[in-house]
């Protein structure tokens, strides 16, 4: 799973819920206050009912009371009771009224209409007035009764809504408990113990523990992040193997050299006579001739440091391709004594633009190459040759040769072709620098082989 996607499915699980739970509670509010408000009105209704019953009975005591003693006070009262229960019914109209209960309270309408209309009369008669009372009474007995059963109704209603708001709520909050302890738990599982063992592989391999590999787990960046540094940790100790090898390689290309060295100072030392001037002569001569070659397998070891990093330099000059060719052969002859070392040069001299000591790096190694993959008696043949612009080295041997697949392989780095590594020591960088330094002059290296009968590398730089 990507980071992008646990975002947003965090994201839209939270927007979700809190948008169902926002709705729900406006629901319920906007219900509990439509029926809080229909409750508020039967309240007011149950009381202006049970006030115009007390009006009523006013009404009834002040009229017979008049019928007694026509007193002034009596006919106040009575007609202030007769303007209350007017009032109400002025009132009572402008009331919002149910569908359940709009019957009821067209009756009781009618049955106080028809009341205060019969005792318009100053005098009453008594035995049909009671009769109107009672029938007035019993209309707004039943409006009454059937004002509080739907007061009871709503007030059921706002229970139900009460519980089920309570029921939502406690919902939303579990189910936002559950979101937020799975979001965390995913959290844990997919990004914290994953960043944790990326982190403990670093610290384990900036310890020195160079086996040490993260954990590829979690969010895909995270499993990406793992694989990226794994694959640098295997490319590093790939590497540290290599540079491992070139100093066993290079401890071992030294010590012959500086074995014979050893061998022929041994013969000249100070408590021993001193050689004959010729036998001296050519001791010092191998002292310097075995002193150069350590000189040079140095010289080639900062070379290729130095291309690796990228500051190789050309002292470019104008040198006839034959002397080089010839100083590199000279340079072999004395030490390649098992080896027929051949030198084919045109007669007229051949000019080349280029570093010498760079382009003389690039024989020694091909020369040294020829002689290292070929067995004793074998021959080594350097031609030179001027073909069209170009100036051409090359440098044949009947050697192990090279396999097919193996010679696309020859230039990369550390590449040591199985048929030749048995062969003799290398570190596979010769032909490496070799054809860098070609590059750098603007030219290329060719290669012709075949497997067990020799091969063919040929220098080819603008002139
Ligand atoms: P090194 O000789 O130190 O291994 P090089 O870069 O000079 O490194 O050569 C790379 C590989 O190419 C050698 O290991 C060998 O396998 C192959 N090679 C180079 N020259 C020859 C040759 N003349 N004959 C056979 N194989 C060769």
């Known amino acids: 799973m990507k980071l992008k996607t646990l975002a947003a499915a965090s994201t839209a699980w939270l927007a979700a819920l809190a948008l169902l739970t926002a709705s729900g509670f406006t629901l319920s509010a906007t219900y509990m206050t439509r029926e809080v408000t229909c409750l508020f009105n039967i309240v007011r209704e149950v009381r202006s009912i049970t006030q115009l019953e007390v009006h009523l009975l006013s009404h009834e005591r002040e009229s017979a009371r008049v019928a007694l003693a026509h007193l002034p006070e009596h006919v106040g009262a009575r007609d202030a009771a007769r303007r209350e229960l007017s009032r109400w019914l002025e009132d009572a109209r402008e009331q919002p009224v149910t569908a359940e209960s709009a019957s009821v309270f067209e009756e009781a309408e009618r049955e106080i209409e028809r009341y205060l209309a019969t005792h318009t009369q100053e005098h009453r008669q008594a035995g049909a007035s009671h009769d109107e009372v009672d029938r007035t009474f019993a209309a707004l007995e039943r409006l009454l009764a059937t004002r509080l059963a739907e007061a009871r109704i709503a007030r059921q209603r706002v229970d139900e809504v009460h519980r089920l708001s309570e029921i939502v709520s406690l919902g939303a909050a579990g189910m936002l408990l559950a979101g937020v302890l799975l979001a965390l738990w995913q959290l844990r599982r997919c990004v914290y113990r994953p960043l944790l063992s990326i982190r403990a ?107 690796e990093g990228g500051e190789l330099e050309l002292r470019r000059e104008t040198r006839d391709a034959r002397e080089l060719a010839r100083d590199v052969v000279e340079l072999y002859r004395p030490t390649a004594t098992a080896h027929e070392l051949g030198l084919s040069l045109p007669d007229e001299p051949v000019p080349l633009c280029c570093d010498p000591i760079r382009i003389e790096q690039v024989l020694n190694n091909l020369v040294a190459n020829a002689i290292k993959y070929s067995p004793a008696g074998g021959a080594v043949q350097v031609t030179v040759a001027r073909v069209g612009a170009e100036v051409s080295i090359a440098v044949s041997d009947r050697g192990v040769g090279i396999a097919a697949d193996d010679q696309r392989r020859l230039f990369e780095r550390y590449f040591r072709a199985p048929s030749s590594s048995g062969v003799a020591p290398g570190v596979g960088l010769g032909l490496w620098a070799a054809l860098r330094i070609a590059e750098a002059h603007g030219g290329r290296i060719e290669v012709t082989s075949t497997a067990g009968r020799g091969s063919t590398f040929t220098l080819r730089l603008p002139s």
């Open 201 to 307: 592989a670093i610290d384990r391999y900036g310890a020195g523990s160079h086996d040490a590999r993260a954990p590829q787990g979690g969010l895909d960046e995270l499993r990406e992040i793992a694989v990226a540094f794994n694959e640098m940790a295997a490319a590093l100790a790939e590497q540290r193997k290599r540079q491992l090898g070139i100093l066993a390689s290079v401890a071992h290309d030294l010590r012959n050299p500086l074995a014979a060295l050893k061998l022929t100072v041994d013969g000249l030392r100070p408590d021993r006579p001193l050689p004959h001037e010729e036998r001296l002569r050519s001791m010092l001569t191998r002292i310097g001739k075995e002193a150069a070659r350590c000189d040079r397998m140095l010289t080639d070891l900062m070379d290729i440091a130095r291309i």
